[in-house]
């Protein structure tokens, strides 16, 4: 009895809901906030302010422009050029005349020129964030004690119940209460092409994606309203949005230095440290022989000079400028010089379907008439006419007096630009009555001064239909006819369209409801985004490449699949391997790295989140990534890939600054191109390093020969600066623009752990020919004093015979080193096939070269900076069988294969 009782006993308590808010009823969702429909009283709307903050996505505060700055002249190469400067500054206060004021004046410059230009560089890369903060409405309709007021978004707090109508940005995550024909365009945050039927309904699928933000009744801070109107209750604002995760997650990203700039700091760490260690072993030798603490002091600098190639930097910096603005002439625009070099170690490109793959646009791709009829025909006529007045656009008046636009659902917009368009276009009748589309009837239907047409989903159509129009006969809908027309449709949907039906009927009453019913089927229209045409041959050239290409999309994966065929990224017979954002999230860093492993793949329905995931899966087995997109939800894994490279011309502002390189044609195959830019770049870099390193063996023998055999001191400190930073510099700068060879993409891509200077880089540039360039030119300095009467072991006190000497030295150095610029340009290759001409700066630098150095040895202000005195003819001549005999050994070398070559 008192367990009845009990159990027949009022509750006396109220049950919280437990589900999320996509589930619950509109009631429940309302009671979960503890708000109503007429909206929050404006004292719990500012208690709610102060415990919850503005609505307003804020990120970590970045580091000040000045740090910034100074960080660009404090890395370990920076400060090695510091020192050396600071060191040529104070020989010349204690020896004012030396020239060595000039020589730091000159690494100064070097300093500022490459700290600033990196600075820009990373200033812009900065600005991705702020540009993702301005695809928020600053302003929004909001219901406050029953009265529509408008307020500024960042006022917005859970709980609130805003207004939104067509043509609006979403403020912040709302869950819908009330809605009218309610469409919303979510590509940018989702990267689904199709905008999404919303409604108030509950949503218990326990299988949306992400907490639900896929569901039918869920909108999204920073969403496009397409159509309808709605009043959605706020459940998460600034930072909790997921608008503001994707804010977050690309904020947090860090941009990770380049391969090219790993291996920079490197080698610049190695010969630096090689430098101080020799140039600190050779003061303590000249010391301990009992030479002067200033001229001991005097070749310690010049050892540090020698070794440290203070052209490297700006060599460097100028080659990958020229490099992006041959690739801007082919429409890829490089926001980040490094990425140059990085793309052509590309060996997995993720990319995003639409919009990049895709023309983001949905277009009619198939027409199907019953009888295959043509569109001439009674049936195609019919079509034109629905096609032309059965929909939910409005005219815009556009900046012209007679241009019109069109706003409303894209695949309407698609219809009414087909149907007024082609030949034998129908009028445009006037609308009396229709009832609009929804997620229950499917179908949107339109009385007109005689007819009803209706259009909507295959099955939502059908049952209305009695009759079809075959060709120019309208006839009973037989069993047969029902069987053809659902098999067609679903060829259609298995290409990856969206199929629409379309029926008409004649209208003799005002009242819709009764005349929605009893028409014609007239036919079938399949939409599609389509692929973009230049794709499937950059998917081929891509595969020659040895790179692969995964497609890494929020669309569904039907749609997914159905373009990687068209586009030939999966054979036409082939079974993909695909993987939705449910399946990844069950997946541990290990499954997906191997999961990666798996031929035909592709990633559907994913997040930014998890987009980035895959990013970092590829990095983890080595892969040199680049990640294409257009869209905010891109903006994360453009950021954290190897390299990122947006859709200009459709793409967002911040996709565009979130990337490396922009496509301004928005064209995949432009990828192709500048893939083999990078590649190009690379070994043009290894080209100029090796012929830059190449100089500083005949440069730092002289003080070797000095300390060990009490010689003349054979080159002078400034005179080495007349070389790294004066006649290396031009031809450096033509090795670095010569043009991508003919195969270099039939090759696969380089290793990620190839590097730039390698070992036999430094063997074949210090070994072999800095070796034989400072053997010619310590043969030609001997000639020089030994003609004017010198000899081995005697003390030099004629200054003329000096200057002399040093001029022959350096002029024998800078000779040499036109004779290395054809043998580094050729590389492999025999040097007979290649061409002058194909390098427009490799001439203009040989000149540049010669007439630098005929300034410094032929004119009053060249000898007095740098210590020279004019040469005889003969002296010249002298180089020449030098020069030739090493263009001719490093050709036996390399038809003999007695080295290796990089």
Known sequence: MSGSAFASAPAEYTEVAAMKIHQLSTDQALQSLNSFRSGLPE???HKRRLEFGPNRVEVRQKESPFLALLHQFTHFFALLLWATAAFAFLHEYYNPGSGMGVLGGAILLVLLVNGVFAFIQEYKAEHAIGLLLQLLPRSVKVLRDSQVLEVNAEDLVPGDMVRISAGDKVPADCRVIESLELRTDESILTGESQPRTKSSEPDHDTHIENEGWRSSNIILAGALVISGHADALVFATGIRTEFGRVVRLTAEVKREASPLQREIAQLSQRIGLLSVIIGLVFYLLGRMAGLPATETALFAIGVLVANVPEGLLPTVTLSLAMAAQRMARRKAIVRHLPSVETLGAVNVICTDKTGT????????????????????????????????????????NGPGSSAQQWRGDPLDISLVTWSSQVSGAPEELSKLDEIPFDSDRRRVTTLHPGWVFTKGALEAVLPVCTCIQDKDVERFWTGDDKNHVESSAREMAGKGLRVLAFASGMSQKADLKSEDRELTFVGLIGFQDP?????????????????????????????????????GLIP?????????????????????????????LIFARVDSTQKVDIVRAFKRKRQVVAVTGDGVNDAPALKDADIGIAMGASGTDVAREAAD????????????????????????????????????????????????????LPLTVIQILAVDLGTDLLPALALGADPPAEDVMKEGPRPRNERLASPALFLRAYLFLGMFEAFAAMSIWYYTLYR??????????????????????????????????????????????????????????????????????????????????????QTWLLVVPFALALVAVNEIAKSKRLCHFP
Not at 572 to 597: F, K, Y
Not at 682 to 711: A, C, D, G, M, Q
Not at 799 to 804: A, G, K, T
Request: net charge neutral; with cysteine; glycine share 6%.
């Open 788 to 873: 004017g009467g010198w000899r081995f072991g005697q003390s030099l006190v004629n200054d003329s015979l000096y200057l002399e000497s040093t001029t022959a030295c350096l002029t024998a150095i800078v000779l040499m080193q036109i004779a290395n610029l054809f043998v580094c340009r050729a590389g492999r290759l025999p040097l007979k096939p290649l061409k002058l001409n194909s390098n427009p700066l490799l001439l203009p630098g040989i000149a540049f070269e010669l007439i630098l150095l005929l300034i410094i040895t032929y004119t009053g202000l060249g000898n007095l900076l740098f210590g020279t005195t004019a040469l005889p003819w």
């Open 572 to 600: 036409t017979q082939a079974m993909p391997n695909v993987i939705t954002g449910i399946q990844l999230r069950h997946l541990s860093e290990s499954q997906l790295q191997l999961t990666l492993d798996l031929p035909d």
């Open 531 to 567: 692929p973009r045409k230049e794709v499937p041959d950059a998917i081929r050239k891509c595969a020659e490449a040895g790179i692969r290409v995964v497609m890494v999309t929020g669309d569904h994966p039907d749609t997914a699949v159905a373009v990687a065929r068209q586009i």
């Open 43 to 45: 004292a719990m709307s």
């Open 357 to 396: 793959l895709t023309e983001n646009r949905m277009s009619i791709a198939q027409i199907e008439i019953p009888g295959e009829a043509s569109i001439q025909s009674v049936a195609g006529q019919k079509l034109l006419m629905i096609a032309r007045n059965c929909h939910e656009v409005e005219k815009i």
């Open 661 to 712: 390189i922009v496509l301004m044609d928005n064209n995949f195959a432009t990828i192709v191109t500048a893939v083999e830019e990078g590649r190009a770049v690379f070994k043009n870099i290894r080209k100029f390093l090796t012929y830059i390193l190449t100089s500083n063996i005949p440069e730092l023998v002289p003080y070797l020969l000095f300390i060990i055999f009490k010689i003349p």
